[in-house]
């Protein structure tokens, strides 16, 4: 696992969004796994300037989303696919017909949530994975106890995380209380996992992820595993890590970052 500090939360959106961005020019028909959240907010926002003023090129581009809430439609604003359609989709040439997300309102959930994982295995798998990280220590909605070789299904939400996310549902009794989730297999079968973390909210399950044991209680722990997995993170994110220097040291030294320096 290699970690990033930037000076803030822009810089480290920006950051990410030259890393997409990056992969994206060197493989035009590249697979993105996507993430929503307040987090990515400022990279979408990065990849879409980029795409009006230097020509970014979304249209051989296929994505799978993360995840999506059980019982929302897809016009629902508070649906992840209304999220994703709004910052980034109907903002860039990507076809929309490559964009994937669960569908959340489907008869047979079960069915729906092993058809998601073939059509990622059919797309050739997901090239680079987007991730933010919830307050429970989750990525995507593989809450506590999430196995690490699960996949895509449905999960209930811990009170945590609906805490967290019931500001947008303007109350928690207006929140769903399950969704469907790439599983944290599914999500360590990417070739490169690249999550972003910022704020001082994010400081406490930042140092445990990262410097703590991997286990199910905190998911994203589980990128310790993975052969190419990034995490960057704002000062403020990164403020009860332990190794801070060495981090630093890294960014400023390896010759992997020379170009983002
Ligand atoms: C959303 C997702 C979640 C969020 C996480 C952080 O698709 O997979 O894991 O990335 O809850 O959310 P924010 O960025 O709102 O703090």
Redesign the pocket.
Known sequence: MELIIQRDKAAAAALVARIVAHEVRTNPCTVLGL??????EAVYAHLVRMHRETKLDFSGVRTF???EYVGLAPDDPNS?RHFMNEHLFKQVNIHLQNTHLPNGRAADLGAECRDYEKLMADAGGIDLQL????KSG????NEPLSALKSRTREKALTPT?IK?NAPFFGGEDKMPRRAITMGVGTILDARRCLLLATGEAKADIIAQAVEGPITSMVTASALQLHAKATVIVDEAAAAKLKEREYYRWIFANEPEWEGYR
Request: net charge negative.
């Open positions: 993430a929503t959240g307040s987090t990515m989303n993360l995840d992840y991730l933010g990280i919830g989750h990525i995507g909605f995380t967290q």
